[in-house]
């Protein structure tokens, strides 16, 4: 591919980026803006917003390429990531808004009473994010490999370079216009090239899809464990994953909160059949790329390799572009709650400590990246998944629906479903892709059952601890605004 | 505007600010939903909810396994074609969101529809 189209891609993007976040620094001036943008974003921006930030490289790259490799295997995961974002409308969207509560750990503590279970879930919070910034940063080393030839850490810096500009200049406010912008940029990133390359293929009377059939890596089928456990992953990860939930708080109330989730419902189904199609067209017409280990730069390559000279070029550097969006906008979202968690925690919750904790955010995971190799991207986001559905998830949903939850029972539950999934991943990693066993590299099914059966168990044993303002709470928590005292 | 002093039964030290004329009617209002009254209201509105939420859920999943199980246990389905296209990929690839949007759909509508009856019972305008 010609280097120049990879450079000028993320050059324009990062550029956009940035004036975003400087018309963003114009507008937001106190710590409410900061934090959660004023809670008056509208529900068609928040779910752009949303469905920019939660589109990450494991969507735009890793999906696709998953599907190069392993086939109908692989739409599951598409399924999960928009499965998800049902179960969190269902269980957590209104509720969540209600609490009032900035942050995850804000949220436990009001619903808990309890100092040690906000910085249990603080902890937890911080680990998750940087566990997703990671594959973040792996894609970005990815795409500058593959499309400028460039040494692999120049992408990596860059995008933490370009994401600490935005956060510390403009903060939430501006953040929601960079996300909502990006994901429309993502979304048209991946419909033009396989358009444009499903019309030419049309016109040349090639069939569509002759033999998708074909399995090109020879890999068994997955079974029924690993479709379950995939499953529960993404369905009861998503409700935990902290950039996504700190986007609820910007809703004006508990009804537009639901209303937003269904938009991004909408917005995550027509995306989803874009790698769908990246995937079953590379499997008929690129199955080589698989074979050289290069799935998951298939998004990148295909239009390349399919159309060739300057249109060719053209639809590759949209493509670059859109995964880099991909990756700057999911790992600006993740910075944006990571810092709110530690600066309220550690700084003082001022805008200068926030700056600071948004450069701690930033800087860690980007050491953590450049130590480690990149795996399949798909994957190694669907584990950070299972991380937050056996530690968060069980929180918020006891915490929400149950009166007899108690902050003893929740940290008992964290610890445990931390220690099993971190455990498990740890194991993963040490034992290399091929010596895992299932029950390992998709440890979701058995530690998400683990952690609600401690949170249940602990908390049945210490029934004294269930805070004295529960009834107070779960009534705010579950009645709907009135709608002139909205802000108490 | 003067202090004025709560009285109503809090179990949270009320905040050091001088209440406005809306949050001393938000404070009416919790008292009422915090009498016993009220929380029978509360109460059933929870459970109204929560059991809405699960038979969706239930729904959505079990629609779900339908899938997997045609899937899995259906011969022929990966020869047979749409437009082109492998049956097998246009269920799984593009069939479930369908289902997804009305399931969300569904539930938007009927939460709402309880939290107006709630209103509706507590005297709210």
């Given at each position: 591919?010609?280097?120049?189209?990879?450079?000028?891609?993320?050059?324009?993007?990062?550029?956009?980026?940035?004036?975003?976040?400087?018309?963003?620094?114009?507008?937001?001036?106190?710590?409410?803006?900061?934090?959660?943008?004023?809670?008056?974003?509208?529900?068609?921006?928040?779910?752009?917003?949303?469905?920019?930030?939660?589109?990450?490289?494991?969507?735009?790259?890793?999906?696709?390429?998953?599907?190069?490799?392993?086939?109908?295997?692989?739409?599951?995961?598409?399924?999960?990531?928009?499965?998800?974002?049902?179960?969190?409308?269902?269980?957590?969207?209104?509720?969540?808004?209600?609490?009032?509560?900035?942050?995850?750990?804000?949220?436990?503590?009001a619903r808990l009473d309890s100092r040690a279970a906000r910085r249990v879930t603080?902890?937890?919070?911080?680990?998750?994010?940087?566990?997703?910034?990671?594959?973040?940063?792996?894609?970005?080393?990815?795409?500058?490999?593959?499309?400028?030839?460039?040494?692999?850490?120049?992408?990596?810096?860059?995008?933490?370079?370009?994401?600490?500009?935005?956060?510390?200049?403009?903060?939430?406010?501006?953040?929601?216009?960079?996300?909502?912008?990006?994901?429309?940029?993502?979304?048209?990133?991946?419909?033009?090239?396989?358009?444009?390359?499903?019309?030419?293929?049309?016109?040349?009377?090639?069939?569509?899809?002759?033999?998708?059939?074909?399995?090109?890596?020879?890999?068994?089928?997955?079974?029924?464990?690993?479709?379950?456990?995939?499953?529960?992953?993404?369905?009861?990860?998503?409700?935990?994953?902290?950039?996504?939930?700190?986007?609820?708080?910007?809703?004006?109330?508990g009804q537009s909160a639901r209303r937003t989730t269904l938009i991004v419902l909408?917005?995550?189904?027509?995306?989803?059949?874009?790698?769908?199609?990246?995937?079953?067209?590379?499997?008929?017409?690129?199955?080589?790329?698989?074979?050289?280990?290069?799935?998951?730069?298939?998004?990148?390559?295909?239009?390349?390799?399919?159309?060739?000279?300057?249109?060719?070029?053209?639809?590759?550097?949209?493509?670059?572009?859109?995964?880099?969006?991909?990756?700057?906008?999911?790992?600006?979202?993740?910075?944006?709650?990571?810092?709110?968690?530690?600066?309220?925690?550690?700084?003082?919750?001022?805008?200068?400590?926030?700056?600071?904790?948004?450069?701690?955010?930033?800087?860690?995971?980007?050491?953590?990246?450049?130590?480690?190799?990149?795996?399949?991207?798909?994957?190694?986001?669907?584990?950070?998944?299972?991380?937050?559905?056996?530690?968060?998830?069980?929180?918020?949903?006891?915490?929400?629906?149950?009166?007899?939850?108690?902050?003893?029972?929740?940290?008992?539950?964290?610890?445990?479903?931390?220690?099993?999934?971190?455990?498990?991943?740890?194991?993963?990693?040490?034992?290399?892709?091929?010596?895992?066993?299932?029950?390992?590299?998709?440890?979701?099914?058995?530690?998400?059952?683990?952690?609600?059966?401690?949170?249940?168990?602990?908390?049945?044993?210490?029934?004294?601890?269930?805070?004295?303002?529960?009834?107070?709470?779960?009534?705010?928590?579950?009645?709907?605004?009135?709608?002139?005292?909205?802000?108490? | 505007?003067?202090?004025?002093?709560?009285?109503?039964?809090?179990?949270?030290?009320?905040?050091?600010?001088?209440?406005?004329?809306?949050?001393?009617?938000?404070?009416?209002?919790?008292?009422?939903?915090?009498?016993?009254?009220?929380?029978?209201?509360?109460?059933?509105?929870?459970?109204?909810?929560?059991?809405?939420?699960l038979v969706v859920a239930g729904g959505f999943l079990l629609i779900l396994v339908?899938?997997?199980?045609?899937?899995?246990?259906?011969?022929?389905?990966?020869?047979?074609?749409?437009?082109?296209?492998?049956?097998?990929?246009?269920?799984?690839?593009?069939?479930?969101?369908?289902?997804?949007?009305?399931?969300?759909?569904?539930?938007?509508?009927?939460?709402?529809?309880?939290?107006?009856?709630?209103?509706?019972?507590?005297?709210?305008?």
């Amino acid at each position: 591919m010609n280097p120049v189209v990879g450079i000028a891609a993320f050059v324009a993007v990062s550029l956009a980026t940035a004036a975003f976040g400087f018309y963003g620094l114009r507008i937001s001036r106190t710590t409410g803006d900061f934090y959660v943008a004023s809670r008056t974003v509208r529900p068609w921006w928040n779910a752009s917003a949303i469905g920019g930030e939660y589109l990450s490289a494991a969507s735009f790259l890793g999906v696709a390429g998953l599907i190069l490799l392993s086939g109908t295997d692989a739409l599951w995961f598409p399924v999960g990531y928009t499965a998800g974002y049902l179960m969190l409308l269902l269980f957590v969207a209104a509720p969540l808004r209600r609490s009032g509560a900035y942050t995850i750990p804000d949220f436990t503590e009001a619903r808990l009473d309890s100092r040690a279970a906000r910085r249990v879930t603080s902890l937890v919070v911080v680990m998750v994010g940087w566990l997703y910034i990671v594959p973040q940063l792996h894609g970005a080393a990815l795409a500058i490999r593959i499309t400028t030839g460039l040494p692999a850490w120049v992408g990596q810096v860059a995008v933490v370079a370009v994401v600490c500009f935005t956060v510390i200049a403009g903060g939430m406010r501006s953040i929601t216009f960079v996300q909502a912008f990006q994901y429309w940029l993502k979304l048209t990133a991946l419909a033009v090239p396989i358009l444009f390359i499903l019309f030419m293929l049309a016109s040349n009377g090639t069939p569509a899809a002759a033999d998708a059939a074909v399995n090109p890596t020879g890999a068994p089928a997955a079974g029924p464990y690993q479709t379950i456990s995939l499953l529960v992953a993404l369905l009861f990860g998503t409700l935990g994953l902290p950039h996504v939930l700190v986007r609820f708080y910007t809703n004006p109330d508990g009804q537009s909160a639901r209303r937003t989730t269904l938009i991004v419902l909408g917005l995550l189904s027509v995306f989803y059949l874009l790698p769908t199609a990246y995937g079953l067209t590379g499997r008929t017409f690129a199955p080589g790329l698989a074979q050289s280990g290069q799935a998951d730069a298939l998004v990148l390559l295909l239009p390349g390799r399919m159309v060739g000279g300057m249109a060719g070029d053209l639809l590759s550097a949209l493509v670059v572009a859109g995964a880099f969006a991909a990756f700057l906008s999911t790992t600006s979202g993740l910075v944006v709650s990571l810092a709110g968690v530690i600066s309220q925690d550690l700084l003082g919750g001022s805008v200068r400590g926030f700056r600071w904790a948004a450069l701690i955010s930033a800087l860690v995971p980007l050491g953590i990246a450049s130590m480690t190799d990149s795996l399949a991207l798909a994957g190694s986001v669907g584990l950070v998944f299972a991380f937050t559905a056996s530690t968060i998830c069980p929180v918020l949903l006891l915490g929400i629906w149950w009166r007899g939850l108690t902050d003893a029972g929740a940290i008992a539950g964290m610890v445990t479903g931390g220690v099993l999934c971190g455990g498990a991943m740890v194991a993963g990693s040490v034992l290399g892709a091929a010596g895992t066993p299932s029950w390992l590299a998709l440890p979701a099914a058995w530690t998400v059952p683990a952690a609600f059966a401690v949170m249940v168990l602990v908390s049945r044993a210490t029934r004294d601890r269930v805070p004295r303002t529960i009834t107070r709470l779960m009534t705010r928590l579950h009645t709907p605004e009135r709608p002139l005292a909205t802000e108490r | 505007m003067t202090r004025v002093r709560v009285t109503a039964p809090r179990s949270m030290a009320p905040r050091g600010t001088a209440l406005t004329a809306a949050r001393s009617a938000a404070a009416s209002r919790e008292a009422a939903e915090e009498s016993d009254a009220g929380q029978v209201f509360v109460r059933s509105l929870i459970r109204s909810q929560l059991r809405l939420a699960l038979v969706v859920a239930g729904g959505f999943l079990l629609i779900l396994v339908a899938f997997a199980l045609v899937l899995g246990l259906v011969p022929g389905l990966a020869e047979s074609t749409i437009a082109g296209l492998p049956f097998n990929w246009v269920l799984l690839g593009a069939g479930i969101y369908p289902v997804t949007g009305l399931s969300a759909w569904l539930y938007i509508r009927t939460a709402a529809r309880n939290e107006a009856r709630y209103r509706d019972l507590v005297g709210d305008k």
